[in-house]
């Protein structure tokens, strides 16, 4: 009888123990966090000063900004960086949850996503992700760089809602096994590639904008295109290496190469404006003009079409 109460308590002890484990929230998975836009003003942006409390770039009012306010511990952050991987451990969302910029602004920072996470900015917002900040030194260096990277695992799903990304060598470049839907974003001025899609990334872009690329006039990194200064190679959008993908109700204008290069990779355009691409407008994609391309046959080169 006795043995049997000890071995009975020790197993409520033991269980009591599991269940401690479960309930221990010390930090929430696949939740939303919200990040303050800035006004791009000489004394605001995330890198500045704070602003008066409630004022253009404090979103939640408590006088806190950009690196202060990714570290103050709520779910408010001031970067999207802070709101991803790098603000207050406990509530940033670890490429798990969704992302949420709440107010238009201005962020000079390259963004990697290698999770299931959602990164959008709210309907009417402005979230421009610029490698150029005006009086930043870090603004050239960044002109090297691409600016929003996707590598995630092909058991993983993200989503890009509503953002814009600009003066990078590429505004969008999806890798690895990457699975990725881009709803309304917009490339516009990267020097290399607008979207640029690699390996074996499944990528369905649809209702975006893909202006100008391989057009730019920058003091500090030249004329594109000129004699001196070539884009390479200055495509809308790629798909590369094995990646495939659908286009849907989307405008490619401007390039200085092709408006969308699938080389002979299965990928499908439905409703897409593509127009005054010096490369050509498409290389190598299936067009469909019906609106869906469920049911076309994949990509085989243009004469599929
Ligand atoms: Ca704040
Ligand atoms: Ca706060
Ligand atoms: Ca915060």
Redesign the pocket.
């Known amino acids: 009888m006795l043995r049997s109460q000890t071995a009975r308590r020790g197993l409520i002890t033991t269980l009591a123990a599991a269940a401690a484990l479960f309930v221990v929230p010390a930090a929430f998975a696949n939740h939303p966090v919200l990040v303050e836009g800035n006004c791009n003003n000489a004394t605001d942006p995330m890198f500045s000063p704070v602003p008066a409390p409630g004022t253009c770039g404090d979103y939640?009012g408590?006088g806190?900004i950009g690196t202060?306010?990714?570290?103050?511990?709520?779910?408010?952050?001031?970067t999207i960086n802070?709101a991803n991987t790098t603000?207050?451990a406990a509530?940033r969302v670890n490429n798990n949850g969704t992302i949420t910029v709440v107010t238009s602004g201005l962020f000079a920072e390259q963004v990697t996503l290698s999770g299931n996470v959602t990164l959008e900015a709210a309907a009417g917002v402005e979230a421009n992700l610029d490698a150029v900040r005006q009086g930043d030194a870090g603004s050239t260096p960044r002109q090297g760089q691409p600016g929003i990277i996707v590598n995630a695992p092909a058991n993983r799903q993200v989503v890009i809602r509503n953002i814009q990304s600009r003066n990078w060598t590429s505004g969008f470049q999806i890798n690895g096994d990457s699975r990725v839907a881009l709803e309304g974003v917009r490339a516009e001025h990267n020097v290399n590639y607008g979207i640029e899609i690699t390996g074996n990334a499944r990528v369905a872009i649809s209702d975006s904008e893909v202006y100008a690329t391989g057009r730019r006039v920058n003091p500090m990194t030249g004329d594109f295109p000129s004699t001196a200064n070539q884009p390479d190679p200055g495509t809308g959008i790629e798909f590369d290496d094995h990646a495939t993908g659908t286009v849907f109700f989307t405008r490619v204008t401007g390039s200085t190469s092709a408006g969308v290069d699938a080389g002979k990779n299965r990928v499908c355009l439905a409703l897409v404006n593509v127009f005054d691409n010096a490369g050509g407008d498409v290389r190598g994609a299936k067009v469909s003009n019906n609106g869906t391309c469920v049911g076309s046959a994949p990509g085989k080169g243009s004469d599929d079409r």
């Not at 202060?68 to 001031?78: I, L, Q, Y």
């Open positions: 939640d408590d806190l202060a306010e990714d570290n103050d511990g709520d779910r408010v952050f001031g802070g603000g207050s509530t």
